[in-house]
Structures are given as C-alpha cells and as structure tokens.
C-alpha cells in the first residue's frame, strides 16, 4: 500500500516556474517508477513526465521537453517536478502517481501499470 499527496500548486503567470512535490508513504519507494500527469477542464488526463526507481532513466511529453524536470530523493519518499517557462496551457490539476513500468511504458500506457494515484494540486497559468 502506497499513499501520494501532491503540493506546490498554486497562481503563476506566464513565464513564472513552480515546483511539485509528492510525498509517498510505503517501505518500497524506490522500487516504484513514479510520475506526473495533467488533467485540463473538459479534457482527458495527459502523461507529463516518468521517472525510474532509481532515478536513472526519464522520459517526457514533447510540451514539457526543456522546460519540466522530473526528479526524486528515495531517502525522503519524494518525487519532485520543477516547472519553469510556464504557460497558460499548462493549467490544470497536476497528479502523482507509482507504478511498475519502464519510464517511456508508464508515460505511453500509464492505465496498464499505474497501481497508486494521489488526489491532485492545481496549477493556474495566468496570461
């Protein structure tokens, strides 16, 4: 059993930078791919960025490419998502999730191998 809890949401404008963070609890934490998603109103949740156990492989959506950075501290149960050169698109409710995949398997198929979702924070991108 793993439970998620996002934070670091919040109102930006356009250009700022934010950073997420998911605290996770469980005794296997490093053994999870971990990863963040998106979901605008009216729209299906999107893959944003995947990350390994280990913190050895990552894999990103085209928008968020040179802009997000996925990252995570196994000795403190905590995945990180550092956003900067934010735009309105990027609005909407970021959520952390844990899985068993490969990084590119979890961001390409996330509902085959995403076992823990956790409740979501919202960012807002002003224009």
């Known amino acids: 059993q793993v439970q998620l809890v996002e934070s670091g949401g919040g109102l930006v404008q356009t250009g700022g930078s934010l950073r997420l963070s998911c605290a996770a609890s469980?005794?296997?934490?490093?053994?999870?791919?971990m990863g963040w998603f998106r979901q605008a109103p009216g729209k299906e949740r999107e893959f944003v960025a995947t990350?390994?156990?280990?913190?050895?492989?990552?894999y990103y959506a085209d928008s968020v490419k040179g802009r997000f950075t996925i990252s995570r501290d196994n000795a403190l149960n905590t995945l990180l998502l550092q956003m900067n050169s934010l735009k309105p698109e990027d609005t909407a409710v970021y959520y952390c999730?844990?899985?068993?995949?490969?990084?590119?398997?979890?961001?390409?198929?996330?509902?085959?191998?995403?076992?823990?979702w956790g409740q979501g924070t919202q960012v807002t991108v002003s224009s």
């Open positions: 999730a844990a899985g068993s995949s490969t990084a590119q398997g979890m961001g390409l198929s996330p509902t085959k191998v995403i076992n823990y």
């Open positions: 469980g005794r296997t934490f490093s053994s999870y791919t």
């Open positions: 990350i390994t156990g280990n913190g050895g492989t990552t």
